[in-house]
């Protein structure tokens, strides 16, 4: 069982609030990423980082920010939700060298109003 | 561009049989490549990897062929049990290139009594 968890595990929000997912890992790894999931469908990375103070845009473009200050927290925020941000968020982490197996959070799922 | 993805949606198998799952990748640089399996309302799990330098990896009730030439990628389960019923989705990366690993878009495996 992975060592990482997702807070909260659903959100319902007006648009234009600004809001924030958590995420925090008990299991040392450097490697930590945020992915989108819209129901049945790929994830796409949307954020990753290599570790403390590393944090780097994936390949989808989102209007969401993170921080990574220790190693086992990684939040991301919106600062102002809207429609199109409905959807589901996965945090997930890696040890590296090669960080090639992904441990999952269970998943935020937003929907913006 | 990269892309990694399914032929099927939805593959629908009796209890009992085994269950091929297949993928296509475009990127002949990957050179490693990853099966996770998502059930409902949790994150996806790792469930076995494969690297390009090799044909044919096994585990306990599945297996992962690669075919480079094609570039195609199968998880094969032996003897598909209801907790098999899950999204299937496959994954790849190129070690060369940075640390991203990119998902396909799923397959959904029902199982039939």
């Known amino acids: 069982e992975a060592d990482i968890y997702q807070t909260p595990r659903y959100l319902v929000i007006g648009t234009g609030k600004k809001i924030t997912l958590e995420c925090s890992q008990t299991?040392?790894?450097?490697?930590m990423y945020w992915y989108q999931q819209d129901p049945g469908m790929e994830l796409h990375l949307i954020h990753y980082s290599y570790g403390v103070n590393s944090t780097e845009k994936g390949d989808l473009s989102s209007e969401s920010t993170v921080s990574r200050i220790r190693t086992e927290h990684f939040p991301l925020t919106l600062e102002s939700a809207r429609p199109s941000h409905t959807s589901q968020y996965l945090c997930a982490s890696s040890a590296r060298p090669g960080g090639e197996k992904l441990f999952f959070g269970s998943g935020t799922q937003l929907s913006v109003l | 561009g990269e892309s990694v993805g399914l032929h099927l949606p939805t593959l629908s198998v009796q209890e009992g049989d085994n269950s091929i799952i297949n993928c296509a990748y475009s990127?002949?640089?990957?050179?490693?490549f990853i099966w996770y399996k998502q059930e409902s309302g949790k994150g996806p799990q790792f469930i076995i990897d494969?690297?390009?330098?090799?044909d044919k990896r096994q585990g306990q009730r599945v297996t992962v062929l690669l075919n480079k030439t094609v570039k195609h990628l199968s998880l094969q389960i032996a003897a598909t049990q209801p907790g098999d019923s899950a999204v299937y989705f496959c994954a790849e990366k190129n070690s060369g290139r940075d640390d991203k690993i990119i998902f396909g878009k799923g397959t959904r495996l029902h199982i039939l009594p």
């Open positions: 299991m040392g790894h450097d490697k």
């Open positions: 990127n002949s640089a990957s050179d490693y």
């Open positions: 494969i690297r390009s330098n090799m």
